[in-house]
């Protein structure tokens, strides 16, 4: 009941009704939920074709494809979903496992008859995703994750930025913390932060009901992408604090367990990485899903990330 009066609340919030249209130019996107053996799991979806399935990161909710939704819906069947306890799912009593996320969604994929799956998933999304498609390679075509944890040591300043973004938010308020995280850690283009983003971000952190930080920071990413059979691309964002230390090591590591060149470093691009350069990400996602086949990866010189 509680899923129920949140899913509910969501939809009013933002102007939505269950399985209403979205109103968004040159594609319906629609609104919905599907009952589950644990609660009411929500979901935006759009288009046809093979379907692109979305998992959002922590502290997160299909919002964290706001920017990409639209434009994949109009070349291809595209669903972003709100994990159990995010944003206007059920909340599960507790802070689920990855293991446990993975089984939900795999009774998603399974409810849903979806099949030939081109599965994305962003920071803690990426670990959820990756465990998918290693265990339900008959619903998974192919696996793209986008600024994953666990794939190799964090500097210092990335290390302290949790604490000190948090000990902002305490003294000078949660939308100033809000703020923070998304001039820190979130974006490299600070244009795209006005005060719509800066609400809308609050809202989703709101509707957050249990951190993973712990198990994004558990997690064996490494190994687990090398258990992976299905083709692989990985995105990382040369600006993204968590990465930006070492971004020839990620993708040196990376390759080196799936055994070809995954890994694209994307310029002028932080951690939420499909936000901040929805363009460069919508095109080179559907040219991967499109074509089926591994894209060659580009890094740009360090050197070079500022004047480019």
Same mark, same amino acid.
């Given at each position: 009941?509680?899923?129920?009066?949140?899913?509910?609340?969501?939809?009013?919030?933002? +102007?939505?009704?269950?399985?209403?249209?979205?109103?968004?130019?040159?594609?319906?996107?629609?609104?919905?939920?599907?009952?589950?053996?644990?609660?009411?799991?929500?979901?935006?979806?759009?288009?046809?074709?093979?379907?692109?399935?979305?998992?959002?990161?922590?502290?997160? !909710?299909?919002?964290?494809?706001?920017?990409? $939704?639209?434009?994949?819906?109009? &070349?291809? #069947?595209?669903?972003?979903?709100?994990?159990?306890?995010?944003?206007?799912?059920?909340?599960? !009593?507790?802070? *689920?496992?990855?293991?446990?996320?993975?089984?939900?969604? !795999?009774?998603?994929?399974?409810?849903?008859?979806?099949?030939? /799956?081109?599965?994305?998933?962003?920071?803690?999304?990426?670990?959820?995703?990756?465990?998918?498609?290693?265990?339900? &390679?008959?619903?998974?075509?192919?696996?793209? /994750? /986008?600024?994953?944890?666990?794939?190799?040591?964090?500097?210092?300043?990335?290390?302290?930025?949790?604490?000190?973004?948090?000990?902002?938010?305490?003294?000078? !308020?949660?939308?100033?913390?809000?703020?923070? $995280?998304?001039?820190?850690?979130?974006?490299?283009?600070?244009?795209?932060?006005?005060?719509?983003? =800066?609400? #809308?971000?609050?809202?989703? =952190?709101?509707?957050?009901?249990?951190?993973?930080?712990?198990?994004?920071?558990?997690?064996?990413?490494?190994?687990?992408?090398?258990?992976?059979?299905?083709?692989?691309?990985?995105?990382?964002?040369?600006?993204?604090?968590?990465?930006?230390?070492?971004?020839?090591?990620? #993708? &040196? +590591? =990376?390759?080196?367990?799936?055994?070809?060149?995954?890994?694209? =470093?994307?310029?002028?691009?932080?951690?939420?990485?499909?936000?901040?350069?929805?363009?460069?990400?919508?095109?080179?996602?559907?040219?991967?899903?499109?074509?089926?086949?591994?894209?060659?990866?580009? *890094? $740009?010189?360090?050197?070079?990330?500022?004047?480019?």
């Amino acid at each position: 009941m509680e899923g129920d009066r949140r899913a509910r609340g969501c939809k009013a919030r933002l +102007g939505w009704q269950a399985s209403s249209d979205i109103q968004v130019p040159g594609v319906q996107l629609l609104h919905d939920f599907v009952e589950l053996n644990g609660g009411r799991l929500c979901f935006v979806r759009g288009g046809l074709g093979r379907p692109i399935v979305l998992i959002h990161g922590g502290h997160g !909710g299909w919002a964290h494809w706001a920017r990409n $939704v639209e434009p994949l819906s109009k &070349a291809a #069947k595209v669903i972003a979903v709100d994990l159990p306890g995010f944003g206007c799912s059920y909340d599960p !009593g507790r802070c *689920l496992t990855v293991d446990e996320q993975c089984a939900v969604m !795999g009774e998603f994929l399974d409810q849903q008859g979806l099949s030939r /799956v081109t599965l994305v998933g962003f920071s803690f999304g990426a670990v959820v995703a990756a465990a998918l498609a290693r265990t339900r &390679a008959d619903r998974v075509a192919s696996l793209v /994750v /986008v600024n994953p944890p666990g794939v190799g040591p964090r500097s210092e300043y990335a290390l302290a930025l949790p604490a000190r973004l948090s000990a902002l938010s305490k003294t000078a !308020g949660f939308r100033a913390g809000v703020e923070g $995280v998304l001039r820190e850690l979130m974006l490299c283009n600070h244009a795209l932060i006005d005060s719509a983003l =800066i609400d #809308k971000a609050a809202e989703t =952190i709101s509707q957050t009901r249990y951190v993973t930080r712990g198990l994004s920071q558990g997690s064996q990413m490494l190994a687990m992408l090398e258990r992976v059979s299905q083709d692989i691309r990985v995105f990382i964002g040369a600006e993204d604090p968590f990465h930006s230390n070492d971004l020839e090591g990620r #993708k &040196a +590591g =990376i390759n080196g367990r799936v055994g070809y060149d995954a890994v694209c =470093i994307v310029p002028r691009a932080a951690h939420w990485l499909q936000y901040d350069r929805a363009d460069f990400f919508n095109e080179a996602l559907l040219d991967f899903h499109t074509k089926g086949e591994r894209l060659q990866a580009t *890094l $740009v010189p360090i050197e070079r990330r500022v004047e480019e």
